[in-house]
Structure formats: C-alpha cells, structure tokens
C-alpha cells in the first residue's frame, strides 16, 4: 500500500533545465523489504535532487547504496547522522552535517524536503520512522491550515 504525500516547499531547476527535488528519506534498521527497495528505485528513477538521509544501518545504508549504484550523476546525498553511532551506517554523502540527537535529526530531514519518502517496518506506528512520518503529517497540516487528505509524498508501507 503507498499513500503520497508532498511538501509545499518549491523545487529548483539545475543547469540542463532538469527539476531538483529535495527527498527526505526514514525508514526503519531492520532494513527495507525487496518491494520497498524496487518501489525506491521506480520513484527516483528518472529525476535528479538532493537526497537526505540519517545514516542508520538498515534501510538509510540500503537507500544511500541504490543511488550511489544506480543513480550516481543525478543525485546528491546530504548525510544527517545521530549523535549516538550504535546503529550509525557511516555513508560516504556529498554532504555530512551536524551529528544531532534521533528526533532533532529526523525533524531536519522533514524541514529540508519537498518530497518525503518513509519505509517503516510496520503500520504499528511506533518507533522513530513513525515519529517522521507524523511530524511529516503535521508540517503539512501547519502549511495548509487543515488536516490535508489525500496528501502528497511517501510512505511505503510494507
């Protein structure tokens, strides 16, 4: 099942013209299923952006390792890694900032995406990909003004 939600934040152009998007990117240690990394590959297929990510093992290292193999020239990795390295990925990223605690990290992501893509392990919503996937739902909420429904983005539900 996959619900689509999408930021108001504007997308640029780069130099060939070609739209860039910031793409957030949760999901869980346990690492992504097979259908979740195929859908992955289909939703960045074809586009080029900025993708972010917080550097866990699991499906953040799995993610990172896609677009390194199979997108390398279109897409930028910006790192967002946790202050506390127990479940640390260390990606090589175009970018790495600031080491910051889970929550802090996870709501930058959100902040500095205008599409955001979530594979949690579950539809528990528990845990720290759930954590983003409602502060997602929230931000949307604030920019609009209303609960939005259906709304634009990600989640890959499994």
Not at 82 to 102: H, N, Q
Not at 119 to 124: A, F, G
């Amino acid at each position: 099942m996959t619900e689509k939600y999408i930021l108001a934040k504007p997308t640029k152009l780069n130099d060939l013209g070609e739209q860039v998007i910031e793409v957030g990117f949760s999901g869980t240690r346990l690492g992504m299923s097979p259908l979740h990394m195929q859908l992955l590959q289909h939703i960045l297929t074809g586009k080029t952006g900025v993708f972010h990510h917080g550097d866990c093992i699991g499906a953040d290292a799995e993610a990172h390792n896609i677009i390194r193999k199979l997108f390398p020239d279109k897409w930028r990795i910006v790192i967002h890694p946790p202050v506390k390295s127990e479940y640390r990925a260390w990606c090589l990223g175009d970018e790495v900032r600031e080491a910051k605690p889970y929550f802090v990290r996870n709501r930058d992501i959100v902040n500095e995406c205008n599409v955001f893509i979530a594979t949690p392990k579950s539809i528990d919503n528990v845990g720290g990909t759930w954590y983003t996937i409602n502060y997602f739902r929230k931000i949307l909420e604030r920019e609009f003004g209303q609960k939005v429904n259906p709304r634009v983005g990600t989640i890959l539900l499994p």
